[in-house]
């Protein structure tokens, strides 16, 4: 719950110290309210006024942190239910199941470790294996657990199992890697609190959310507090209810019970209904999401959605200023521009290589905008092309001096063309990206 | 302990519009909650899936696609048949190609001419798309749409430059209308109010908000729906109810995800399996955010968002 200044300022020592960098504290506490300061910035907080607000001020939804080191990988502290409000913080954990039997094992797991796709430049990968207790043994379930925190040491651990013997094995395979433990039923959840505490983070679960609650409390009263909730979700629409229940109730009403991330088992005999389920998990709230298999074009799907619906609505996505070379490109080949508004450049990029026309794309920084709002904000114009044009050197790698102006900048034209000067050629290109294969193979021929 | 259930208040509700004549009509929208929310409200009728068929390939046809269609794509009535009947397709979507006047430039009437053909062929709903170049879309659909009189098509897409003509062509034929905007909840809002004033009944509309491919701009296609369904169901905005529709067969297929071959792209995965993958994982998202009326190409794709929504809807 966001609490105001005043509310905060009645915790503070009220002694105007400056220690903490702001004249006054109330000062203070109007930054604090607007979450551009820390508590901690106050040497003379009371432990009374650091508890108040440190609960007050705690993400409606509680950080946990899955894994060790380099696996480790970051769930909750989500603060919205809509993207368009706001950015979503972290994105959801993507985990094959292995069984601790399976005759393929080592192989399954060098896979996953190895598994990388780039996107927008940078790469992603699978974020945890979970190993299942398939052989109902203790030794074997630890020996596969070993093999997984050796052979895939970037990826965190999923211990799957309701047997706490067995559990309890996994853990000590796992020891530091801070483990998930998959976890806590009513049946055994007073056998396993003891096990996992200040050594994993815990799935709770139970389809009934009284019970989930419940569970979920009593966990918090054994100071086990890293906790992740599973509704046990019989199908799709149940998924979506549940998790829009629990995230509803834990940032809408702070019901502490609920303040966790979430698990769904998206697994299903049929690959692409699979996919399908997992997609519905990415977009409705899910933050564990269980696969069967790694399948390359499943994860580079789920992936791709991922960082769509995680990307921060308010702040466009951009890529690099320079001139891309799309195709085997030589002296001849055509030079368009356009901005770095990073849609506007993916689907230009996409349309000339259907165009199977080989061309340079000088993409220019304007802070993330299409076409026209550069444009009319300011930032596309005939003397900041011009200047960008002429220091990317592009003019030493081509035969014909002549560059492709975006249709709805027409109007651009003539100035850019005096801005260039020394020869260069202004040719009017469409205004849709969707002419632009009609329009390079008209020019091409 | 007792969870209390935080149920949101809906004042609004998507209205309910009716395609296709007979046994065959579908219905979609009437909502009263966010998709799939059956503990605060209506869900309201299940999503439609149509399948795109296409009145001429494109010169380079999806090599993806090639397994699935190859056998029936070269004759919409073949292609639109084998969707009803072996597909078991609720609803066919006719995109007139050969109308682009960057491409075989074909005549009105030579349209007009096949959808009767599809017309006379099928009984499910039929969607009636034109090439989507403003000039040449008013006087193909207005062809078209005097072609289908009386089976209650569903036409587009109206954009602002032709939205009058497509509009008049659908009232005076008893047809339902497809109003496209550019990716903007603001336009979006803005063609349903220019249709109003033109008297076209807004209980006969279809909001295309335009569809993004996965990679491709989802996020942006994805908040536009929401915002318009929480406009339509929170805010009770009488020109944002109407259901929406997503042409995502329209962006799918051209992207290099379902494109490239794994021989060049190996960590990529078989292309098959990926782009029925691609576009099943798009339309999932469009339906998570509130899509009423998808059209899609991939039979396999339609088929595993199929049985998530007998999930969604059970």
Known sequence: MALSGIEIFKHLPKTNCKDCGFPTCLAFAMKLAAKQASLEDCPHASEEAKAFLGAASAPPVRKVVIGAGEAACTLGEETVMFRHDKKFVNPCAYAIELADNDPGLDQKIKQIADFKVDRVGEDYGVNLIAVRDASGDGATFTAAVKKVVEGAPSVGIVLASEKPEILQAGLGAADGKRPLVQGATPENIDQLLPAVKDKAVLVVSASNLDTLAELAEKAVGAGVNDLILDPLPANAREAVERFTIIRRLAIKKNFKPFGYPTFMDARHDDPQVEGALATVGTMKYASVIVLSELRAWEMLGLLTGRLNIYTDPQKPMQVDQKVYEIGNVNGDSPLIVTTNFALTYFIVAGEIENSKVATRLAVQDVEGLSVLTAWAAGKFTASKIAEFIKESGVESKINRKEIILPGYVSVLSGALEDKLGGGWKVVVGPREANQIPQFLKARAS | ????????????????????????????????????????????????????????????????????????????????????????ARAVALRLVSTDPDGQDASPESAAETVKKVLDAID??????????????????????????????LIGKAQEENYKTIAAAATSNGHKLIAFSNLDFNLAK???ILLSQADFDINNVLVDPTASALGYGLEYTYSVIERIRAAGLVQNDAMMQPPMFLDLAAVVWKIKEVKAS????????DRSERSI??????????????????????????????????????
């Open chain 2, 124 to 153: 499910v709903p039929l969607i009636i798309l034109g090439c989507f170049k403003e000039a040449k879309d008013g006087p193909v659909l207005k062809a078209a749409a005097d072609a289908a009189r009386g089976r209650n098509c």
């Open chain 2, 1 to 88: 302990m007792a969870v209390e259930i935080l149920k949101e208040n809906y004042t609004g509700k998507v209205i309910t519009v009716e395609v296709g004549t007979g046994d065959k009509a579908v219905k979609v929208g009437g909502a009263s909650a966010l998709p799939f929310h059956t503990f605060e409200g209506d869900a309201g009728h299940r999503p439609l899936i149509a399948y795109e068929v296409l009145d001429a390939l494109p010169e380079d046809p999806p090599d993806a696609l090639q397994a699935e269609l190859g056998a029936v794509w070269d004759d919409p009535v073949k292609w639109a048949l084998y969707c009803q009947n072996d597909l078991k």
């Open chain 2, 190 to 192: 803005q063609i349903n």
């Open chain 2, 277 to 314: 993958h691609w576009e099943a994982s798009t339309a999932i998202s469009m339906l998570m955010a509130g899509a009423e009326i998808l059209v899609m190409a991939s039979p396999r794709a339609v088929q595993a968002v199929e049985q998530t929504l007998d999930q969604l809807m059970g």
């Open chain 2, 262 to 269: 794994e021989e060049d792209l190996p960590e990529w995965g």
